[in-house]
């Protein structure tokens, strides 16, 4: 019979046999490195894209009709804002700004395309990030561990493009000057092959695209912070125009973020997790989870310590998601309840950093006063035999001196003194516990007043046998009493009772 040992032979004998023959092998070998790399970024099981993409094919926002329209509507209102700007410098002009209160709904609609124009550019501008990774990896596969950011690392990619030595490449103006140190380390000693001019040239144009999407966002954030003093004026006075455009750009408008709870609010904008394999952006702290645009705000940032910076967003996203109603339905166009608003919470957080009162020195009670009152009557008693210990358990916590217990269980748990005292209980294998004799509590006040009988002040000792009547041959029936006390000598009436110590049969024979 074959046994375990032999069985693992036997299959290890036919992997050996299912392996490629040294010809397919060296066949493998002699395939040039940089066409096994370049299968590999164009299609290959690492590469997050098919085959045979191009860029129009992966990003097509730049050449919608909306895209072009909303960016130079905003470079017109910038470019018209800058020259109003210059022209109030000189005194020639006033500002074509509209006064607070004022609300133009062409500026407003506008600014509402901003805000989701920017949030597409944001996902469109890592969407053409993962098509350069894809193509550059060829060249210099472990840039994407060393530049995280899409911009930076599209202005590496186009700094860099095919040349060999890291060190000829000016990169001080791209990247700080460690990351630069350690992209010409790696650089170095890197596996890459350039790559083909096509596919460089390809590369390079979704760099450049990358970079004109960027500038663009640019451009509609900075109308929006422009804006923003008009549109919602109570939420820039608390959140700052900055924190509260981008809040209103990943929200999608004005309208949209004041229906959206508080809770929501405060993770507006927060930065994503992404498992391994399925992106190479930065890890994120576990303390940044739960944070986003609000988070950044003044307030947070400079005016609260870090251990308090959690409880401070949950008030400042609170606040927000009401200034962003009462902006929505156009209350209060010269910002005061923001501005109070924001007094009101720089006025809670330096109250949380006060220190607590110190405990006060209580003085001790009076000897001989009253005794402080506890809580009785029938609901103490109810929660006492709920919660009290039973007999059972108060038996079962004992333990007799030089007597071992009962154990029960896997454990060993010990049963104490229950079911030792019963006799045959412990040996029958029952548990069982004697009830105790409870004394019948007798007010003190029936107690004296059975004692004196009365109240007479002494206490008497009545027989149980005693009666009130007497049989006398003399007069018959006679009523006496039966708690006078007998006389210590002389002779004994014979209207004593029948019953009493005294009385009794004497014999008739003479001493």
């Not at 790399?37 to 690492?46: C, I, L, P």
């Not at 997050?48 to 094919?57: C, F, H, I, K």
């Not at 996203?317 to 924001?342: E, I, N, T, V, Y």
């Not at 000897?367 to 358990?393: I, N």
Request: aromatic letters at 4%; proline letters at 5%.
């Amino acid at each position: 019979m074959a046994t375990l040992a032999d069985s693992f032979l036997a299959d290890l004998d036919d992997l050996s046999d299912d392996e490629a023959p040294d010809d397919v092998a060296a066949a493998d070998a002699s395939v040039p490195q940089s066409a096994q790399d370049g299968e590999r970024g164009s299609g290959g099981a690492g590469s997050s894209r098919p085959s045979g993409d191009t860029l129009n094919a992966v990003s097509q926002l730049t050449g919608s009709e909306r895209y072009a329209r909303v960016v130079a509507q905003v470079r017109e209102a910038l470019a018209a804002d800058a020259k109003a700007a210059a022209s109030s410098g000189d005194g020639t002009a006033a500002s074509s700004q509209p006064h607070l209160g004022v609300v133009d709904e062409n500026a407003y609609r506008l600014i509402v395309e901003c805000n989701a124009l920017s949030a597409d550019i944001d996902d469109e501008i890592q969407t053409v990030h993962n098509f350069v990774r894809d193509q550059y990896r060829v060249k210099f596969p472990e840039l994407e561990s060393l530049v995280t950011h899409p911009i930076d690392y599209a202005r590496v990619v186009r700094a860099i493009g095919n040349e060999m030595d890291v060190t000829r490449v000016d990169l001080d103006a791209v990247l700080p000057s460690a990351a630069v140190m350690v992209v010409s380390v790696t650089a170095a000693t890197t596996a890459g092959v350039p790559l083909r001019e096509a596919t460089l040239k390809e590369t390079l144009a979704a760099c450049d695209r990358q970079m004109q999407m960027d500038e663009d966002r640019r451009q509609l954030v900075q109308l929006v912070q422009s804006r923003m003093d008009r549109t919602a004026p109570n939420l820039s006075a608390v959140l700052g125009s900055e924190v509260a455009a981008r809040l209103m750009g990943v929200a999608g408008g004005l309208t949209a973020l004041s229906k959206m709870p508080a809770n929501n609010v405060q993770v507006l904008g927060q930065k994503r997790k992404h498992a391994a394999g399925f992106s190479a952006a930065a890890a994120v702290k576990a303390g940044d989870m739960h944070v986003g645009h609000i988070f950044q705000c003044d307030i947070i940032q400079r005016k609260t310590p870090p251990a308090l910076r959690m409880r401070a967003a949950r008030l400042v996203a609170g606040k927000c998601a009401l200034m962003a109603r009462m902006d929505a339905f156009g209350q209060d166009p010269a910002a005061s309840a923001g501005k109070a608003m924001r007094a009101e919470i720089e006025a809670k957080i330096e109250k949380w950093q006060e220190m607590p009162p110190a405990r006060t020195a209580k003085p001790l009670p009076i000897p001989g006063g009253e005794a402080k009152k506890r809580r009785g009557g029938k609901r103490a008693r109810a929660m006492k035999e709920r919660y009290g210990q039973s007999d059972m358990q108060k038996a079962a916590n004992r333990l007799n001196f030089n007597q071992a217990e009962e154990e029960y269980g896997l454990d060993g748990e010990g049963l104490g003194t229950l079911g030792t005292s019963a006799g045959m209980a412990a040996a029958s294998g029952k548990l069982r516990i004697t009830a105790k004799q409870t004394k019948m509590k007798v007010p003190k006040r029936a107690q004296d007043k059975w004692a004196n009988k009365g109240g007479s002040g002494t206490a008497l000792s009545v027989n149980g046998m005693a009666s009130s009547l007497a049989f006398t041959p003399v007069q018959g029936i006679e009523l006496v009493n039966p708690n006078q006390k007998p006389r210590d000598a002389g002779p004994v009436s014979g209207t004593a009772s029948v019953f009493s110590e005294l009385r009794g049969f004497k014999s008739a024979r003479p001493s």
